[in-house]
């Protein structure tokens, strides 16, 4: 087996890993999945959560791993943008003992997988609310700088958002709903369990609340289908500022990704819905572009 001849894409979310490997033609070898890999919460999180995925990796395609770390690798972070976190990641991925790699942002790759390595603009609505442009003048990003202090329409900020109107409902400050009624149960009518719990709860835990919201909106729960429009208007707000920044070129397409995309779309303003188009590829495409074009660029 000739290590040149295969490549891995990783995609370290902020509530998830996926990582495939892919040979040179491009055919799908292995596909696997961990936890989360923010290296603005926890470098070593993420070093885990790689190394867990590689071995995985490793064992559905019956790869022996020190072969797996000769592969030419891309791999994209959440919490890059972050210089420190950043500097520790990459002396620490060294201890992995991947040969060859490139790093950037989740929301690069993700932008050239959209894109299929072309200029592009995504917004990618995960656990946190980034959009990003690439075209021939650079990289251009709005948003995407954490929770609890940014990352507003994003699965973590609807969990957060829940959280405080549960409190509001329990103070009597905010009028019921089947969600908060659900809530309230779930905490076994404890102002003091919401409370703990909120104390210690990270993005990732924030975000599992939205599942509960995409589903009571579905039920139309008042409250609910609020927070979804209002998650939809935080991504009006970052498509027109993207394209100010970047000066967009009205041929240069606009993809919305990430995993509560799909609970939104319906209420964004049907003059940017004509704007999206569906993304040609994933993250981990992105990431496979980049090794793949950063060794070409070496020859």
């Not at 491009?26 to 993420?46: M, Y």
């Not at 890059?80 to 790759?109: C, H, M, N, P, W």
């Not at 549960?166 to 019921?176: I, V």
């Amino acid at each position: 087996m000739n290590a040149s001849d295969y490549f891995v894409g990783i995609d370290g979310g902020g509530s998830k890993t996926h990582l495939r490997i892919v040979s040179s033609s491009g055919k799908v070898i292995a596909e696997s999945f961990a936890g989360p890999a923010n290296i603005r919460l926890s470098v070593d999180t993420a070093i885990q959560s790689i190394s867990e995925a590689l071995i995985m990796a490793s064992k559905i395609a019956n790869i022996p791993l020190s072969q797996i770390k000769k592969f030419q690798t891309g791999i994209g972070v959440a919490g890059y943008e972050v210089q420190t976190a950043r500097e520790e990641f990459l002396k620490k991925i060294q201890k992995i003992g991947i040969l060859e790699y490139k790093l950037q942002s989740d929301a690069y790759i993700a932008c050239l997988g959209a894109h299929n390595g072309n200029f592009g603009s995504i917004i990618i609505v995960g656990t946190g609310v980034v959009g990003l442009t690439i075209n021939k003048t650079g990289k251009f990003q709005v948003g995407g700088w954490g929770f609890p202090h940014g990352d507003e329409g994003g699965a973590a900020w609807l969990g957060l958002e829940t959280i405080r109107q549960l409190l509001h409902y329990c103070d009597g400050l905010a009028e019921p709903t089947p969600l908060l009624k659900y809530l309230q149960k779930r905490f076994a009518n404890k102002v003091e369990n919401i409370t703990e719990w909120a104390c210690y709860a990270n993005a990732s835990q924030f975000a599992e609340l939205a599942r509960d919201v995409f589903r009571y909106a579905k039920k139309k729960d008042k409250f609910a289908e609020f927070l979804l429009k209002k998650s939809a208007s935080e991504v009006e707000q970052i498509y027109l500022a993207l394209k100010v920044k970047a000066k967009h070129n009205p041929r240069n397409t606009f993809s919305l990704l990430g995993g509560v995309a799909p609970f939104i779309f319906d209420y964004l303003k049907p003059s940017i819905k004509k704007q999206l188009n569906k993304p040609l590829g994933d993250a981990c495409d992105g990431a496979i572009l980049m090794i793949r074009k950063h060794i070409n660029h070496l020859k």
